[in-house]
């Protein structure tokens, strides 16, 4: 869904959470997929860049986020496991910087077969940890867009006590816990 990085303040919804931790983080990274109206953060007019909040949910807590350039490049290979809808997807991340790509294995309940699923990945920053974007789901090394995979974006944060914690959800809003495992990894 994003043809091109993206850099902006956002409203996002977290829904209520055993721990708000991750009820902060998994909205931020919702936030990150632009799924709830994105507004330039350009703060040389501020109140015409503001975030519509007029969207009220009694079960929701609302959070204003801003996803920025990443300070620093990240290189490396990760393999990463989560699940939607009991569905597991198996994806290998490769960073090259401030960009990346993605392979994605996983059945297709629709059509009865594996898939896979190849897209771009854009590394960017929020207050809850790095926010990697997905967009451009294709079919394994050809530019023909997949017709029904959302793109993947991924929420990574290092806890005070050293361990990873990473979120994905996808920009249909379908969302799990991840987890990665390092195969190269340059820093």
């Known amino acids: 869904m994003f043809s091109k990085p993206i850099c902006n303040t956002i409203l996002a919804t977290a829904f209520t959470l055993p721990n708000f931790k991750q009820t902060a983080s998994i909205a931020i990274l919702v936030a990150g997929i632009g799924l709830f109206g994105i507004k330039s953060a350009d703060g040389r007019n501020a109140l015409i860049q503001t975030p519509d909040v007029s969207q009220s949910s009694s079960d929701a807590t609302k959070f204003i986020a801003q996803l920025v350039d990443a300070n620093s490049p990240l290189y490396g290979s990760w393999k990463l496991r989560y699940s939607i809808d009991g569905v597991v997807y198996e994806s290998v991340l490769v960073m090259s910087g401030y960009s990346g790509a993605m392979r994605t294995r996983y059945f297709d309940s629709r ?18 940890g790095l926010v990697l974007l997905g967009y451009n789901p294709v079919y394994p090394g050809t530019s023909r867009r997949h017709p029904t995979y959302a793109a ?15 979120y994905t959800c996808d920009d249909l809003r379908q969302c799990s816990s991840v987890d990665v495992e390092t195969i190269v990894s340059q820093f």
């Not at 993947?152 to 990473?166: H, M």
């Open 111 to 128: 059509i009865n077969k594996k898939q896979a699923v190849d897209q771009e990945i854009s590394l960017k920053s929020s207050s809850q």
């Open 152 to 166: 993947d974006n991924f929420l990574f944060s290092v806890e005070p006590d050293g361990s990873v914690i990473a």
